[in-house]
Structures are given as structure tokens and as C-alpha cells.
């Protein structure tokens, strides 16, 4: 027991654990309505659009997280946005703001000279995660789950069946732009974690491993919740021993995760082919 409780005796580690439960939850939330949706090219686009918010928050000393959240809901918006106009499909309007609005931080970063600093938002520092920064994700992560608590069973209607949900009242637009706003939000909170790089695996991964345990929706985001939760702290562990990028430690424990319940399905299903015969 003594490693388990070893790294417990370290602040940050206690803040960083604090940091990566909510950082887990949050992302198990939106990333199932994110699968089911068939969106995570979504989520790879804001988490990489964030960036220039970044750099113009770090540059005039403002809250980053402020910054992220402006960029990503205004990613979050134009690609719901552009995605309406005629002659403008859904992929093409993610990517043509996404690499646009990643292209534009690149070139402030270097015009700035600021690109040394900014290195732990593209892989995260999970580990510098201060008291205040646990306060925001913390609002943050209240924020996304109230939100996704709310209108469940809208959420829940306009992502299996969007048809029907118009026929019975609903606006499936408006579902889609509050998903594009938590997805936003949530990217703010991974940011955190992982860095922007690694954000969409995160928000991605834990979500794509439960859909291969469970089809129901409430099961699926328990189950993500524990991946994502679990991985998350064991890529601490792991990078407080193994002297490693925290960030990679809990996406690889992520991946490790969805090959391992990848293989034990495909192990059930030769089985039961077999018993078959």
C-alpha cells in the first residue's frame, strides 16, 4: 500500500487527483452524446481551436480558461453556423475552422515568441493545476453535468432519433448547439488535463470503450465516468513513478482501456459463433 499512498503526501498530487475526477466525469458526460452522435471530429476541432484564445489571454495576462472558452464557443457556433448555409457540408465547415482558427494560434504564438511558454496547454500539466484553476473546473464540470442533467431527454431523443423529436416539438438544432457549447466547455476542463493535443481522446475514448460494454445511455456514461475517472488517476500514478508526461500517461491508460475491452468483445463474439455450431 505504500505506493498508493506515497505520492498522496505531495499537494499537488491531492489537487491534481481532485482535478482529474472532475476532469474524468465531465468528459464521460458530453463525450457520450459525442459518440453517439458520431461528433468526435467535433471535439477534435474545438479542442484544437482553442488555441488562439489561449495565446491572446496569456499575452494580455488574462484568465486562460476565459480565453479557451471564448475561442471554443465561437468554433462551437460557426461550425453549427457554416453547417446550415447551402453548399457547405458539416466536415467541410469543421475542418475549414478548425485548422483556420489552429493555423492563426500557430502564427501568434511565433510572433509573440511565446511558444516555450505555452507548451503545457499542448500536452497539459496536470500537476500544475492550482487551487483556483480546481475552483473553475470544478465550476465548469457543475455547469456541463446541470446542463446535460436538465435536458436529458432531449439530448437523449435528438441523438437517437432527430425525426422524431421534431415531430413531437423539439428543436434539434438547438440540442445540437447546447452540445457544441458543453463540448466547448468540456475542452476547457480537458485543456487542463491533457493540453489541447490530447483533449479529444480524452473526451472521445473513455465514451467509444463504454458503447462497446453497453448500449443504454445512462449505463454508457457511468461506465465512461469510471474509465475516464480511473484512467485518469492511474496516469498520474504512473507519471509520478515513471517519470512521464501525465497528459500521455492517462490518454495511453484511455487507449489501453478501449483495446482491451475491444478484445475481450471480440473474444465473446468468436465464442459465441463457435457455441453455435
Not at 415531430?167 to 438547438?174: A, Q
Not at 493535443?197 to 456514461?221: D, E, H
Not at 465516468?225 to 492511474?234: K, L, M, T
Amino acid at each position: 500500500m505504500r505506493w498508493l499512498i506515497e505520492p498522496l503526501h505531495y499537494s499537488f498530487m491531492q489537487t491534481a487527483l481532485v482535478a482529474a475526477v472532475l476532469v474524468g466525469l465531465t468528459c464521460a458526460v458530453t463525450g457520450a452524446f459525442v459518440v453517439l452522435r458520431r461528433m468526435a471530429f467535433v471535439g477534435d476541432a474545438v479542442a484544437h481551436a482553442v488555441l488562439p484564445g489561449l495565446v491572446l489571454a496569456y499575452a494580455n495576462g488574462w484568465s486562460l480558461a476565459a480565453g479557451a472558452l471564448g475561442a471554443g464557443l465561437a468554433t462551437a457556433f460557426g461550425i453549427g453556423w457554416a453547417s446550415r448555409r447551402d453548399g457547405v457540408r458539416e466536415d467541410s465547415a469543421i475542418g475549414i475552422i478548425y485548422t483556420g482558427m489552429f493555423a492563426l494560434g500557430v502564427v501568434m504564438m511565433n510572433r509573440a515568441q511565446m511558444y516555450r511558454h505555452l507548451t503545457h496547454l499542448l500536452f497539459g500539466d496536470i500537476l500544475g493545476v492550482s487551487p483556483s484553476d480546481l475552483v473553475t473546473l470544478a465550476v465548469v464540470s457543475a455547469l456541463v453535468c446541470g446542463a446535460a442533467w436538465l435536458t436529458w431527454k432531449e439530448l437523449e431523443l435528438t441523438s437517437f432519433d432527430p425525426r422524431h423529436a421534431q415531430v413531437m416539438g423539439l428543436r434539434p438544432d438547438r440540442m445540437r448547439h447546447l452540445l457544441l457549447a458543453l463540448v466547448a466547455l468540456t475542452i476547457v476542463t480537458g485543456i487542463q488535463a491533457v493540453g489541447v493535443v490530447l483533449t479529444s481522446a480524452l473526451l472521445i475514448t473513455p465514451a467509444a470503450t463504454a458503447v462497446l460494454v453497453t448500449k443504454r445511455l445512462g449505463r454508457l456514461v457511468v461506465v465512461a465516468a469510471i474509465i475516464s475517472i480511473g484512467s485518469s488517476v492511474a496516469g498520474l500514478y504512473g507519471s509520478y513513478y515513471w517519470r512521464v508526461s501525465s497528459g500521455a500517461a492517462i490518454v495511453l491508460c484511455c487507449t489501453g482501456c478501449f483495446v482491451v475491452t475491444w478484445l475481450m468483445t471480440a473474444w465473446r463474439r468468436a465464442t459465441r459463433k463457435v457455441w453455435a455450431f
